[in-house]
Nanobody
Framework: QLQLVESGGGLVQPGGSLRLSCEAS????????IGWFRQAPGKGREGVSC????????NYTDSVKGRFTVSRDNAKKTVFLQMNSLKPEDTAVYYC??????????????????WGQGTQVTVSS
């Protein structure tokens, strides 16, 4: 059964850090790019970052550039999102999703075919 399972969310103070994990099962992770998305209360889903099938290419939405880093360990079938210098506006449910293909280009939902259940990130003092 194909699954993506996020973990690592929690409550952190502004300026703090969290590392999210997205563990894949039921498919060959190294054949696909993986995207990270978030959805804040009352807002639409937003693409945050994407990493190509082998980690050779990454991209980020402007609001997280320089603070977030996406990486992957295909041998462990896991993709990571390291989040530093967190701000209250980063508060959201974070999701990982499998891109239809090896490379990242855009965050339209139709480009992604499987999604995790999400993990809550709350940035608050």
């Amino acid at each position: 059964q194909l699954q993506l399972v996020e973990s690592g969310g929690g409550l952190v103070q502004p300026g703090g850090s969290l590392r999210l994990s997205c563990e894949a099962s039921g498919f060959t992770l190294d054949a696909y790019a993986i995207g990270w998305f978030r959805q804040a209360p009352g807002k639409g889903r937003e693409g945050v970052s994407c990493i190509s099938f082998n980690g050779g290419s990454t991209n980020y939405t402007d609001s997280v550039k320089g603070r977030f880093t996406v990486s992957r360990d295909n041998a462990k079938k896991t993709v990571f999102l390291q989040m530093n210098s967190l701000k209250p506006e980063d508060t959201a449910v974070y999701y990982c999703a499998r891109r239809k293909g090896r490379f990242c280009s855009g965050y339209a939902s139709t480009l992604y075919d499987y999604w995790g259940q999400g993990t809550q990130v709350t940035v608050s003092s």
